[in-house]
């Protein structure tokens, strides 16, 4: 059943989607324990079939499958956006139809990623997919795996897209949260994708995060020290603990790297799927050294 929200805000998980140890199907009690998991150490919201979700390595089937568990497991407790970017317009129309009527709060869409869409085609898009649902839109800027850059000024004009409400801007330049803030105002929230400490402090209102799948209670603290208690000191030292394991969940290795920490923190979640690998035997000795100095191992695990 979809939340009754004002807005949404804090930090959000893109959840990785479990497998069952040969990858062959999706571990509906691995997911359902991560969402528990999530919720209790006080995430804001949850986002499956992202990027870190592994959307692209799944069936349709597969992929109803994660909305239903995600959602019913959620219960209302904190809102679920959920990813439905797809390359043909129609399928993300069909896809994000389907979110909704599954009980989704909102949709999180990155741009046609081999296309190389031209501002009006991405209004297009956006605004066939705006027609056809009810429920607020996430647009998603990655130009690292979208091979599109949704400038600043082209956000703007998606803004105005009535039902485009938030962007999560994933770009390593702190100063598109500020530009785009700028251009928007209030038509427009601005999650940060990757650079969640520093764009608090100029004008995002979120955080969608990867490494809140390992550390959702500091992952949320962080959000509450910068806006909730407007505590920049606190907010610093928040991140300086975490600072160190963004490095494992970020660049090529951010699902490969999650799902290992999850496993050695008590959570495991299975491999990724081909043609990702599971992260590299001579890494994970310095990965379990992080989580260690984190008090995330055998506390948490047992």
């Known amino acids: 059943m979809a939340m009754a929200t004002a807005g949404f805000r804090g930090t959000y998980t893109v959840l990785v989607t479990p497998f069952t140890p040969d990858g062959s199907r999706v571990d509906v009690p691995a997911l359902r324990r991560l969402v528990e998991f999530q919720i209790t150490q006080g995430i804001h919201g949850l986002i499956p079939l992202g990027s870190t979700g592994e959307f692209l390595s799944m069936t349709r089937d597969e992929r109803a499958e994660v909305i239903e568990a995600v959602i019913d497991q959620a219960r209302g407790r904190v809102p679920v956006l959920v990813g439905t970017g797809a390359e043909w317009t129609r399928d993300a129309v ?51 795996t979208a091979n599109v850059d949704m400038l600043p000024e082209t956000v703007a004009q998606l ?119 599971p992260l590299p035997a001579e890494m994970r000795p310095r990965l379990r050294a992080v989580l260690e100095r984190l008090g995330l191992l055998a506390a948490e695990a047992a």
């Open 159 to 277: 803004s105005r897209i009535e039902n485009v409400r938030y962007i999560k801007e994933s770009t390593l330049d702190v100063t598109r949260v500020r530009d785009i803030v700028r251009l928007c105002g209030d038509r427009l929230t601005v999650f940060a994708g990757v650079l969640g400490y520093e764009s608090f402090f100029i004008g995002a209102q979120g955080w969608v995060a990867v490494c809140s799948n390992v550390i959702p209670r500091l992952s949320a603290q962080l959000f509450e020290a910068a806006l909730d208690r407007n505590d920049p000191a606190e907010a610093r030292a928040v991140h300086e603990r975490m600072v160190d394991l963004l490095w494992w969940v970020g660049g090529p290795r951010y699902v490969a790297g999650t799902k290992a920490a999850l496993e050695m923190t008590g959570l495991p979640v299975g491999p990724p799927r081909p043609p990702r690998l």
């Open 94 to 144: 069909d896809l994000s139809r389907e979110a909704e009527r599954l009980g989704a709060d909102g949709v999180m869409i990155i741009p046609p990623f081999y296309s190389v869409p031209t501002e009006a085609e991405l209004m297009a898009h956006y605004s066939a997919i705006a027609d056809a649902i009810g429920i607020p839109m996430m647009i998603y800027n990655n130009p690292a």
